[in-house]
């Protein structure tokens, strides 16, 4: 999710191709109840079939591969019970993949001169975080006085920056937020009279979009998902929308009830609108905006993931668009 928070395996890494992990996007079409089958059976096999097990994951249970699929979907993260049988990490199955069209990478030159130092001013911060998080990891591990010189700058480095103010993901994270609202969403919808909508602040952020916009006036909406140039799109469980409930005749079985579901994907947004409903207010009011944007097929989805930079100039970002309909 950003440059410090990566664990091995609880977010499944996006590829940077056009059209990302979900090519075929044929996962969105499995029932829960046939993705619990499945992830059941891939623990089976885990445990009976040494070769099976040895083709798709790593001795300590994380997978080979965090985007292939096995029977059409993503295989479950595995862990030792206390009988030393593998299980799945986590009780729910993996809901279906994000699907990436339309990417495109957007320079430097492309941001608004007015914006620039700001955009520099938040590479800088995250340069000099990533420099003391790499720096304390490469001291833990190995306390020689080589170690502890270059811990020692990166400290002295960061406290001329950022004194006093945490070491955390918030600092990375804030330079994902700034490259899709001061350059990637200003330059490539300029043309779509976007009108930003001012999100209710949630603890840590939790269960909130990273930023909504309206597009003109007859109901088109933008969801924007900010990610820093290490982010990923994250994994939560899923919940049902009190608003927008299972409809079995029309195929659904509730889209986000009883499976994890990721960012970038229909069954993600039904999840964050259901918590929006249940906060009740403003919350409410803009869930309802936006879900009946979603059902009628007027509610637009991207990614915005800011470059690596080697050093405190901003190197620009890359968009991608997220089919969610």
């Known amino acids: 999710m950003d440059d410090l928070g990566n664990a091995a395996d609880d977010a499944t890494r996006a590829g940077d191709d056009a059209t990302g992990s979900g090519t075929h996007n044929t996962d969105g079409q499995i029932s829960t109840e046939r993705r619990k089958e499945l992830q059941d059976e891939h623990v089976r096999l885990a445990n009976e079939d040494l070769a099976w097990f040895q083709k798709n994951y790593r001795d300590d249970g994380h997978r080979l591969s965090k985007t292939a699929k096995v029977d059409g979907v993503e295989l479950p993260t595995l862990k030792k019970d206390a009988d030393g049988k593998w299980i799945s990490k986590y009780d729910m199955p993996n809901g279906p993949s994000e699907f990436k069209y339309g990417g495109k990478s957007l320079g430097p030159d492309t941001v608004p001169s007015e914006y620039r130092a700001d955009l520099n001013g938040s590479?800088?911060?995250?340069?000099?975080?990533?420099?003391?998080?790499?720096?304390?990891?490469?001291?833990?591990?190995?306390?020689?006085?080589?170690?502890?010189?270059?811990?020692?700058?990166?400290?002295?480095?960061?406290?001329?920056?950022?004194?006093?103010?945490?070491?955390?993901?918030?600092?990375?994270?804030?330079?994902?937020?700034?490259?899709?609202?001061?350059?990637?969403?200003?330059?490539?919808?300029?043309?779509?009279?976007?009108?930003?909508?001012?999100?209710?602040?949630?603890?840590?952020?939790?269960?909130?979009?990273?930023?909504?916009?309206?597009?003109?006036?007859?109901?088109?909406?933008?969801?924007?998902?900010?990610?820093?140039?290490?982010?990923?799109?994250?994994?939560?469980?899923?919940?049902?929308?009190?608003?927008?409930?299972?409809?079995?005749?029309?195929?659904?079985?509730?889209?986000?009830?009883?499976?994890?579901?990721?960012?970038?994907?229909?069954?993600?947004?039904?999840?964050?609108?259901?918590e929006m409903t249940l906060r009740g207010g403003e919350d409410a009011r803009i869930a309802k905006l936006l879900r009946d944007a979603l059902k009628e097929g007027k509610l637009q989805y991207v990614l915005v993931k800011a470059n690596d930079s080697l050093g405190s100039t901003y190197a620009g970002a890359r968009l991608d668009h997220l089919k969610i309909n």
């Open 123 to 274: 590479t800088a911060d995250r340069r000099v975080s990533v420099d003391l998080t790499n720096a304390q990891k490469a001291f833990d591990e190995s306390p020689s006085s080589a170690n502890k010189a270059t811990l020692t700058a990166a400290l002295n480095a960061y406290d001329t920056r950022l004194r006093g103010v945490p070491n955390n993901s918030k600092i990375s994270e804030a330079l994902g937020e700034k490259a899709a609202t001061l350059h990637v969403i200003p330059h490539e919808f300029k043309d779509m009279h976007l009108e930003p909508i001012d999100l209710p602040k949630t603890a840590n952020g939790a269960n909130m979009f990273d930023a909504a916009y309206e597009i003109g006036t007859d109901g088109h909406y933008l969801i924007v998902e900010a990610k820093a140039p290490k982010g990923d799109l994250d994994w939560r469980n899923g919940r049902a929308d009190p608003e927008d409930p299972a409809n079995p005749q029309m195929g659904d079985d509730g889209g986000a009830q009883g499976m994890r579901v990721k960012q970038g994907t229909r069954p993600y947004i039904r999840t964050i609108l259901a």
